[in-house]
């Protein structure tokens, strides 16, 4: 019985689904119909969760917009959806986000997948064995020194 509820999903599911993860910054087309007409309009949100498998997968996007917040679930092989795009990939450690929606401003960002904070490497400090300590006596108190 699944082997055949298998066999008819598969045929509607995306050839070129998008590859993204919980975090990710999404761009998403969505073909919006008005009477007659067809347009495209995007939604650009981060993703806090994404959810089942096969033909009945969704995922959730959530902007803020003037200050509101707005989340939309969209079923990931739904014909409605034409472009996903990747603006950013996020670091983050949940695989649902749902505690943005309490956070506001700067503390609902996330971190840039790409950008690590490394430290500098430091130059190796000489030794005292070596005789070769710094002197951190200012330059008139030198010279004093040196006349007297």
Do not use: C, W
Request: hydrophobic fraction near 35%; proline fraction near 6%.
């Amino acid at each position: 019985m699944n082997a055949i509820i298998d066999k008819v999903e598969k045929s509607f599911l995306k050839k070129n689904a998008p590859v993204f993860r919980v975090g990710d910054t999404l761009r998403v087309d969505v073909k919006i119909v008005e009477g007659q007409s067809e347009r495209l309009q995007a939604f650009e949100g981060v993703v806090i969760r994404k959810k089942g498998h096969g033909i009945a997968a969704t995922f959730t996007i959530r902007k803020v917009s003037f200050g509101i917040g707005i989340e939309r679930t969209f079923p990931l092989h739904s014909p409605k959806l034409e472009n996903f795009k990747v603006i950013r990939s996020g670091r983050v450690r949940r695989a649902k986000l749902y505690y943005l929606r309490n956070l506001t401003g700067k503390a609902a960002r996330i971190q840039d997948q790409n950008t690590k904070e490394t430290k500098k490497p430091q130059a190796p400090k000489p030794s005292a064995s070596e005789g070769t300590e710094p002197n951190n006596t200012p330059p008139l108190q030198a010279a004093e020194t040196q006349t007297s």
